[in-house]
């Protein structure tokens, strides 16, 4: 069974970048379609990207698109979440997830999640 394992967060002024990664850990990444979810305290979790198993489909939230760019680089078995221009209302613990293909952006449909790593960003 794989293991997710995010790294990356932190706390950021608006405006600013980070650059989130996911790693596989037990199994290989190249199995799977990957996503990225995010909850806010309060909110449910909450769709951000994905990533089709061979990098040739992308999808975004309306929330994100624009800033935000999904990657995966299967060779080093880890996914990346490059978020540019970031805002307060970005503030949530961020997930990784992965899911046998198709990708999709229902998070009830993902086999394995990572424990999440908080993104807090000031105004």
């Known amino acids: 069974q794989v293991r997710l394992v995010e790294s990356g967060g932190g706390l950021v002024q608006g405006g600013a970048s980070l650059r989130l990664a996911c790693t596989a850990i037990?199994?290989?990444?190249?199995?799977?379609?990957m996503g990225w979810f995010r909850q806010a305290p309060g909110n449910e979790r909450e769709f951000v990207a994905a990533i089709s198993r061979y990098v040739d489909r992308t999808i975004y939230a309306d929330a994100v698109k624009g800033r935000f760019t999904i990657s995966r680089d299967n060779a080093k078995n880890t996914m990346y979440l490059q978020m540019n221009s970031l805002k307060p209302l970005d503030t949530a613990v961020y997930y990784c997830?992965?899911?046998?293909?198709?990708?999709?952006?229902?998070?009830?449909?993902?086999?394995?999640w990572g424990q999440g790593t908080q993104v807090t960003v000031s105004s």
């Open positions: 997830a992965a899911k046998f293909p198709p990708s999709a952006t229902d998070s009830a449909l993902y086999n394995y």
């Open positions: 037990g199994g290989s990444l190249s199995s799977y379609a």
